[in-house]
């Protein structure tokens, strides 16, 4: 069945440093991916997603592109904030047979100032 | 615009105690969901509806769970009886559709349930 695998975490960085959290999936045809993010306190809300290969997803500095050939969504950021401390979800949708929303196990960011 | 509300908040119980959590989507909101994330884990679909319709109801344990969407708006997710194993937050979520230009979910704040 489908699935979305994403690097354990907690994953503590320096502000100012380079993120990268890995995510790849596994589903039959053309999914859209998405990346969501859970602050301290607040609900899930979606941070970026991209619907067809090689589209690349971006939003308050965050990217991500959807690499077919790897089937995998990383998620990047040049230059973490403490502000981006976090529960990041890579998740997918399939967009055939039941169009569900299937989620990986999050991973936790810690950013120290 | 008014977001997607939960209630309640939190819920403590004993189990085989019974339990309801209700969800209001936002206004004009096709698709509603309910899932369950266990404390470390991503949230699980447990149910689907497309205006009160069932979608995907395979993760859902029926001989204990069950889900209605009165009249195509709200929900309400019943639990009877619980187990330990059901402590979770419990969310829901709703989007515009299923197309992939309605695809964003809203969640709400989600109830934590702890059994006992």
């Known amino acids: 069945g489908d699935s979305v695998t994403q690097m354990e975490g907690p994953v503590t960085l320096s502000e100012e440093a380079f993120l990268t959290i890995n995510c790849t999936y596994t589903a039959t045809g053309y999914p859209s991916l998405f990346w969501y993010v859970q602050y301290p306190g607040e609900g899930l809300q979606l941070l970026l997603k991209?619907?067809?290969?090689?589209d690349k997803g971006s939003n308050k500095g965050f990217e991500a592109t959807y690499r077919k050939e790897t089937t995998s969504f990383h998620l990047e950021k040049g230059s973490v904030q403490v502000s981006d401390s976090a529960v990041y979800f890579c998740?997918?949708?399939?967009?055939?047979?039941?169009?569900?929303?299937?989620f990986g196990a999050g991973t936790r960011l810690f950013v120290k100032a | 615009e008014a977001g997607v509300a939960q209630s309640p908040r939190y819920k403590i119980i004993e189990k085989r105690q019974s339990v309801a959590f209700w969800c209001n989507p936002i206004s004009g909101h096709a698709t509603l969901y309910w899932y369950q994330q266990i404390l470390g884990q991503g949230p699980k679909l447990l149910i689907q509806?497309?205006?009160?319709?069932?979608?995907?109801d395979s993760q859902l344990p029926k001989d204990r769970f069950s889900a209605e969407r009165l009249k195509g708006v709200d929900s309400t997710l019943k639990i009877q009886p619980a187990k330990l194993e059901d402590s979770a937050v419990y969310l829901c979520?709703?989007?515009?559709?299923?197309?992939?230009?309605?695809?964003?979910?809203?969640f709400g704040s989600g109830t934590q349930l702890s059994v006992l």
């Open positions: 998740a997918l949708k399939r967009n055939t047979g039941g169009f569900k929303t299937i």
């Open positions: 979520a709703s989007s515009l559709g299923v197309g992939r230009e309605n695809e964003k979910l809203f």
């Open positions: 991209a619907t067809k290969a090689d």
């Open positions: 509806f497309q205006n009160n319709g069932v979608v995907d």
